[in-house]
């Protein structure tokens, strides 16, 4: 089956330590997303790749890295310089950035204590 | 700049009711529109689309139309069941780069 995948599920880091989140797509889609969620609210863009080897900041970059190296793949690096980093993340593919529909994965939860 | 704006919630309803969520945008271009739904602790599923004025989206009961005059895409279902109990986003896709979301609408459907 075709889709993204997002793991772990459920990660749980202490301060200071920087964290990557997984995210892989076998969609052959050109387009990815990480977009972070916190509880009652909408999504904000973190970063976004529209193809290898190149990514463009979202709304709230500041505090995260990313790479895609791959077109299947695009991890999250949350740092240690973001200040409220637990939150759900989720990655997101599309086709394109222009009126294709996203595509998500199940998401991760990430708690820092 | 774009944007997408859906009624404000929680939204509780009885089983076999008639549910609408508005949904207004903002945009600069002629934008496809989405609806996603999300149940606790899940990602977003696409629920429906429309990518043109005029355009109904539909797609397990639910439907949306796409309004260019009032620019609007309000998601209609005519029975809602316990099931349909999620979160509700609607969004936009124009010309440009990103994807606009809504702030979602919590939808609690009781027995």
């Known amino acids: 089956d075709g889709g993204i995948t997002q793991s772990p599920k459920y990660l749980f880091r202490k301060e200071g330590q920087n964290v990557t989140l997984s995210c892989e797509q076998n969609?052959?889609?050109?387009?990815m997303y990480w977009y972070r969620q916190d509880p009652g609210q909408g999504l904000r863009l973190i970063y976004y790749s529209q193809i290898v080897n190149d990514f463009q900041k979202g709304d709230i970059a500041e505090g995260y890295s990313v790479s895609r190296e791959k077109k299947e793949s695009f991890p999250l690096t949350v740092t240690s310089a973001q200040k409220n980093p637990t939150a759900f993340y989720l990655c997101?593919?599309?086709?394109?950035?222009?009126?294709?529909?996203?595509?998500f994965g199940p998401g991760t939860r990430l708690t820092v204590t | 700049g774009d944007s997408v704006t859906q009624m404000e919630g929680p939204v509780t309803l009885s089983e076999e009711a008639f549910l609408t969520i508005n949904c207004t945008y903002t945009a600069t271009g002629y934008p496809s529109l989405f609806w996603y739904v999300q149940y606790p602790g899940e990602g977003l599923q696409l629920l429906l689309k429309a990518t043109k004025a005029d355009d109904k989206g539909s797609n397990k009961g639910f439907e949306a139309t796409y309004r260019k005059e009032t620019t609007s895409f309000h998601l209609e279902k005519g029975s809602v069941q316990v099931s349909d109990s999620a979160v509700y986003f609607c969004a936009l896709s124009d010309t440009g780069n990103q994807f606009y979301f809504g702030t979602g609408t919590s939808l609690t459907v009781i027995p």
């Open positions: 969609l052959n889609h050109d387009a």
């Open positions: 997101a593919s599309s086709m394109g950035t222009v009126s294709y529909e996203q595509y």
